[in-house]
């Protein structure tokens, strides 16, 4: 069974960056496609960012674009959301998942079935 396990977040102000980390177990992990998502206190579930299951493409919601990076290191079972320029805005939970199928582009839409347990990330002003 897959589990996923965030770390790296924290409190950090206005400006600042985080890098969070998501390792995989239970899964091929090369085979799929990750990403990872946001939640706002009183607001749904977001879409963030995802990559492919070979890291040659990847997605991002439009306010993040230009200031997030996502990753992954298929050798290390390990997908990254490298976050720059943070803004108060940006704070939420953040989860990682795993979109359901092999071989996925991560494209924002498809469906994701195993997902972390969350880190929170809180930006200052």
């Known amino acids: 069974q897959v589990q996923l396990v965030e770390s790296g977040g924290g409190l950090v102000q206005a400006g600042g960056s985080l890098r969070l980390s998501c390792a995989a177990s239970?899964?091929?992990?090369?085979?799929?496609?990750m990403g990872w998502f946001r939640q706002a206190p009183g607001k749904e579930r977001e879409f963030v960012a995802a990559i492919s299951w070979g890291g040659g493409t990847s997605y991002y919601t439009d306010s993040v674009k230009g200031r997030f990076t996502i990753s992954r290191d298929n050798a290390k079972n390990t997908v990254y959301l490298q976050m720059n320029s943070l803004k108060p805005e940006d704070t939420a939970v953040y989860y990682c998942a795993r979109q359901m199928g092999v071989y996925g582009s991560g494209r924002p839409g498809a469906n994701f079935d195993s997902w972390g347990q969350g880190t929170q990330v809180t930006v200052s002003s």
């Open positions: 239970g899964c091929t992990f090369s085979s799929y496609a």
